[in-house]
């Protein structure tokens, strides 16, 4: 039986002791008009993806989609289901046939009044056809409390962000199973995981190997939220979690991954900064700086990613 700790020499295309020749990129310059992005999912193609936009305060909250061209993705849509209710967090099913996201919207049509952040999902028949209405996924995984950031494996376990009072501090990561088409009680995963603080923002590999999450100002991390990795041992535990290495992590707030796993990609959120050097000189040097890609707004990235070069142990 393979050991449940990982050394943890990390690669993303190139070796970790080459950390400063690994690129994080834009991942989406059409969105640069938009100050407040987040969230990045994809079907197994790399043509349809979703992700959301958002108002400086929060009270607008859009899912919205984009489709591939070539090299270069379209103008950018709302989804056919967004833009009456905070919605938020969408993530595409492996099959790309159901579109879980979050919501705070009522649950159901007798009434105007929203409620606590749920999970829902829309389904279509093929990836050509149009989304359904929005389904809440109900209990056991809806609660009085709020449900975030929802991502489901190949089999249809579902791993999400929870408040619950079960939590072993503020947010954790939970899990629940799908077993018989139903979903079992959720858990908290373990201390390897979860902590007295926040995670959040979870990705589960297709396959369950390893699971991708936020934690926040860990004595570890860079100083504000970071990007951490797990691993599933063959005794289904998860391995000590490890932060993912600079510059995918920054000492701003770095959050909501992504894989493109076909394609050796991780998508995720910052808003860091690449402050201008020296004095600014001029209002048309400060209007340049403002509409940077990287001026502390919440944008997308990406970076190579191969985990097959994480050595275990």
Known sequence: MKSNLFIA??????????QEKTMVMPALVILKDFDKVRD???????????????SQTE????????????????????????????????????????????????????TADTKDFDIWYVERESP?????????MDTPINTEYNEFYPAVSANGNLYYTGDRPDSKGEDDIFFSSY????????????????????EYNAYIAKDESYLIFGGYAREDGQGSGDLYISFKGDDNEWSKAKPLPVPVNSRYMDYCPFVDE????????????????????????????????ENGNSRLYKVNFNINEIVRQ
């Open 128 to 136: 050509s056809k149009n989304w359904s209405s929005p389904i809440n």
């Open 179 to 198: 077993e018989n088409g139903k979903y079992s009680e959720p858990i908290s995963l373990g201390e390897n995981i979860n902590s007295k603080g926040y």
């Open 40 to 54: 990045f999912t994809m079907d197994q193609n790399g043509n349809e993806a979703y992700f959301t936009i958002q």
């Open 9 to 18: 020499v990390f690669f993303l295309g190139i070796a970790c002791q080459a």
């Open 262 to 293: 076909p394609n050796g990609l991780l998508y995720f959120t910052s808003r860091r900064v690449q402050n201008p050097a020296g004095t600014i000189q001029s209002m048309d040097h400060l209007k340049q700086f403002l509409d940077s890609y």
């Open 59 to 110: 009270d607008v909250s859009v899912i919205s989609m984009s489709l591939k061209k070539g090299n270069e993705w379209g103008t950018p849509k709302m989804a056919s289901f967004s833009g009456e209710y905070k919605d938020m967090e969408p993530f595409l099913s492996p099959d790309g046939l159901r579109l879980y996201f979050v919501s705070n919207r009522p649950l159901n049509e007798s």
